[in-house]
């Protein structure tokens, strides 16, 4: 089971992995072909940290939460100008600090809710309004509470669902920001999972990743709003007898997804470890494609997001590295090693 207190998973890690490792870059991307490019941007303005959350409103990120070096759990809030690249403190999330949230946006408003603050897990939940700069308490979620959950968007709801309460946990939930409720939808098929990744593209979500009893899960999965179904997908590793999953390594836990024109993103996190390998999903053909290495340092718990045509990752942490730096990631571009 995942520990938030101690950070006993990412203190074994740095025995697994050794101490290069932490400093892990771009050097694998030298004898790679994969496309796609990382650019280093400017550095998130708040201290250093991992567990953190994030979700997009017009074209800005908002970050938060999260713990930093000590495990000192954090409420400080942040927007991030990808036209400008420059970070705004805003003002800070008002509930009580936490990591291992999840949030989304909905019409213009972001939300934030669940995680662990140390001792208890949580199940409160936020609205932030960039108009005013401002939160107000909502309903709380329905079901129980939980760290390690995902939460995705689409249309005029939010979707929570997966994590951890006491027992690993595949049941989802959705919010109406117009009636303030919480309903209970079909719960994903397949495996219950902590620490899952989820990317949605043309109003369907992806789930797939994340762990179970020790078990790193390789089934992945598509929700339709419309049908109000989950639909299975072809694994994420090599479990098929065909050619085109000879090469899959995409399970893990902890890593980060987004979505930049029609395409899904993975990147970071890993499997008993940790990788700076990238993933594309198309969904046309039901496949993923290897993309160049993350340029950063490796890292578990980053924060990820998509905007306009470039996807960003941030934060995260490495054993007792904690980090603030910000990559892009231009998905067509040719690897520029002096970028």
Request: net charge negative; glycine share 12%; proline share 2%.
């Given at each position: 089971?995942?520990?938030?207190?101690?950070?006993?998973?990412?203190?074994?890690?740095?025995?697994?992995?050794?101490?290069?490792?932490?400093?892990?870059?771009?050097?694998?991307?030298?004898?790679?072909?994969?496309?796609?490019?990382?650019?280093?941007?400017?550095?998130?303005?708040?201290?250093?940290?991992?567990?953190?959350v994030?979700?997009?409103?017009?074209?800005?990120a908002?970050?938060?939460?999260?713990?930093?070096?000590?495990?000192?759990r954090?409420?400080?809030?942040?927007?991030?100008?990808?036209?400008?690249?420059?970070?705004t403190?805003?003002?800070?999330?008002?509930?009580?600090?936490?990591n291992?949230?999840?949030?989304?946006?909905?019409?213009?408003?972001?939300?934030?809710?669940?995680?662990?603050d140390?001792?208890?897990?949580?199940?409160?939940?936020?609205?932030?309004?960039?108009?005013?700069?401002?939160?107000?308490?909502?309903?709380?979620?329905?079901?129980?509470?939980?760290?390690?959950?995902?939460?995705?968007?689409?249309?005029?709801?939010?979707?929570?669902?997966?994590?951890?309460?006491?027992?690993?946990?595949?049941?989802?939930?959705?919010?109406?920001?117009?009636?303030?409720?919480?309903?209970?939808?079909?719960?994903?098929?397949?495996?219950?999972?902590?620490?899952?990744?989820?990317?949605?593209?043309d109003?369907?979500?992806?789930?797939?990743?994340?762990?179970?009893?020790?078990?790193?899960?390789?089934?992945?999965?598509?929700?339709?709003?419309?049908?109000?179904?989950?639909?299975?997908?072809?694994?994420?590793?090599?479990?098929?007898?065909?050619?085109?999953?000879?090469?899959?390594?995409?399970?893990g836990?902890?890593?980060?997804?987004f979505?930049?024109?029609g395409?899904?993103?993975?990147?970071?996190?890993?499997?008993?470890?940790?990788?700076?390998?990238?993933w594309?999903?198309?969904?046309?053909?039901?496949?993923?494609?290897?993309?160049?290495?993350?340029?950063?340092?490796?890292?578990?718990?980053?924060?990820?997001?998509?905007?306009?045509?470039?996807?960003?990752?941030?934060?995260?942490?490495?054993?007792?590295?904690?980090?603030?730096?910000?990559?892009?990631?231009?998905?067509?571009?040719?690897?520029?090693?002096?970028?």
């Open positions: 089971m995942k520990r938030y207190i101690n950070s006993l998973q990412s203190c074994s890690i740095a025995f697994i992995i050794g101490f290069s490792l932490i400093f892990a870059s771009c050097e694998d991307s030298d004898d790679t072909e994969e496309i796609g490019n990382w650019v280093e941007l400017s550095d998130f303005d708040g201290v250093p940290r991992t567990d953190a994030a979700f997009t409103i017009d074209n800005k908002y970050l938060g939460t999260g713990f930093e070096e000590g495990n000192t954090l409420r400080d809030f942040w927007s991030y100008n990808p036209e400008l690249n420059f970070w403190r805003l003002d800070s999330f008002p509930g009580i600090a936490r291992g949230a999840v949030g989304f946006s909905v019409n213009g408003k972001g939300y934030i809710g669940l995680g662990y140390g001792e208890d897990r949580l199940k409160d939940f936020w609205e932030y309004d960039p108009q005013t700069n401002s939160w107000t308490q909502i309903a709380d979620f329905g079901g129980t509470a939980r760290y390690g959950a995902i939460a995705f968007s689409i249309g005029d709801y939010g979707y929570v669902g997966t994590g951890y309460d006491g027992n690993y946990l595949k049941d989802f939930w959705r919010y109406s920001p117009a009636t303030n409720k919480w309903e209970q939808i079909i719960s994903i098929g397949g495996s219950k999972r902590i620490d899952a990744a989820v990317f949605v593209i109003d369907k979500a992806y789930v797939c990743t994340g762990i179970d009893n020790g078990s790193y899960e390789e089934d992945f999965w598509v929700y339709d709003p419309i049908t109000g179904l989950w639909t299975q997908l072809r694994d994420i590793s090599d479990t098929s007898d065909d050619d085109y999953d000879d090469d899959y390594s995409i399970r836990t902890e890593r980060v997804a979505t930049i024109n395409k899904g993103y993975l990147a970071t996190g890993g499997v008993g470890g940790i990788s700076n390998d990238v594309e999903y198309d969904p046309i053909t039901d496949l993923w494609e290897q993309k160049t290495y993350f340029e950063g340092s490796s890292r578990l718990d980053a924060v990820g997001f998509g905007i306009g045509d470039r996807g960003y990752v941030t934060t995260g942490q490495n054993s007792s590295y904690y980090f603030d730096d910000l990559w892009g990631f231009d998905p067509d571009d040719e690897y520029d090693e002096n970028d």
